[in-house]
């Protein structure tokens, strides 16, 4: 039974997934290397909380559970029932965490990586209890989405994805387990496959950014919502779907390196909202309103999806 839950990683996922973990009755301890990461966490983590509020996600029965901040990795993970590990995406990055909390945790603590798309296989080449190693991939941001993917590697026990997948649905989240650890999972193959090529149309200037957003948000991003993709399959046609992929899949990009576009930026530290600038340009104020209106709008999107609304 998981009830103590140590978080370490506190950037832009860790904090909305402490509250919801203690929204759904949980003790969680929430650690970062950097000090400057917890003193925003902690601001981060009431935002998400009112989020949470305007969701409607009720405490737990048993009553809400706790966060608390900690700058001791020790103390972070000692008697933790589960480690989830949120750190940049980098295998040397996790598996030196892997390092530090292996001889601080009992041989029965679950580890989960909230990897984009590490195979859990090659993460669990660095701790010495593979078998309770799983992936917990959370969907940004992550107070607010449902879904939840649970991987599980070449060496972990399926009791271990059973217990992962059946705390999510105990705090009333949407798990979904992926059967094969391959790279991505699921949730991002699909997603970058359309980043791959809604980076490649405005790079080759067939559209501009913002109509490029207008077009797949009120497009694509508003039906499959509500009608996903197996299921629009069947809405459109499959004899339709045959016709123009028949032509259409042989003129999708298909190149497998970071697109030049995306590495000017990054190259210049312009990473987006975390930065000011991405692909587009964000002052501190805009940003907050920016935060504050999509969740917003995600909550009432949710509540009627849900038919609560
Ligand atoms: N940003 C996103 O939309 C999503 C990210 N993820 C995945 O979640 C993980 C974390 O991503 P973000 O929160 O976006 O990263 P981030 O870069 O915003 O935050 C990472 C945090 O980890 C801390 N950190 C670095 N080394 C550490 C160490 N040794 N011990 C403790 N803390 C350390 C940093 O100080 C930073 O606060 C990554 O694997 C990422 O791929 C998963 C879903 C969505
Ligand atoms: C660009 C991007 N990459 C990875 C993830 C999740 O792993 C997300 C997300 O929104 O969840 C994302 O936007």
Not at 228 to 235: E, F, K, N, T
């Amino acid at each position: 039974m998981i009830r103590r839950i140590a978080i370490i990683g506190l950037g832009t996922m860790g904090p909305g997934m402490a509250a919801r973990l203690a929204r759904g009755g949980l003790q969680v301890t929430a650690y970062d290397v950097a000090p400057a990461a917890i003193e925003r966490a902690r601001t981060m983590l009431g935002t998400a909380e009112g989020v949470l509020d305007s969701l409607g996600v009720a405490p737990s029965s048993a009553g809400a559970g706790t966060v608390r901040f900690t700058d001791d990795i020790g103390d972070a993970v000692a008697d933790a029932d589960l480690v989830i590990e949120n750190v940049p995406e980098n295998i040397s990055v996790k598996a030196e965490v892997y390092r530090m909390i292996d001889g601080l945790i009992s041989s029965d603590t679950i580890v989960a990586s909230d990897t984009s798309g590490i195979p859990i296989t090659k993460l669990q080449a660095h701790i010495s209890h593979p078998e309770r190693m799983v992936g917990m991939h959370w969907s940004n941001p992550p107070h607010i989405i449902p879904m939840i993917e649970v991987i599980g590697g070449e060496k972990t026990a399926p009791q271990t994805v059973a217990t992962i997948r059946e705390l999510i649905r105990s705090i009333g989240l949407l798990p979904v387990v992926v059967k094969k650890d391959v790279p991505g999972f699921v949730e991002n193959r699909v997603f970058y496959a359309l980043l791959r090529e809604a980076v490649d149309l405005v790079e080759r200037g067939v559209i501009e950014p913002e109509d490029l957003d207008t077009c797949v948000s009120w497009g694509i991003g508003y039906k499959i919502a509500v009608i996903g993709p197996m299921a629009l399959l069947d809405m459109a046609g499959l004899d339709i779907y045959k016709s123009v992929s028949s032509f259409l899949n042989a003129d999708l990009s298909n190149r497998d390196d970071v697109a030049p576009m995306v590495l000017e930026r990054t190259n210049a530290s312009k990473f987006g909202i975390k930065s000011g600038e991405g692909m587009f340009s964000y002052t501190p104020e805009q940003t907050k309103a920016l935060q504050a209106d999509r969740a917003r709008k995600l909550v009432a999107v949710r509540r009627i999806l849900e038919g609560r609304e």
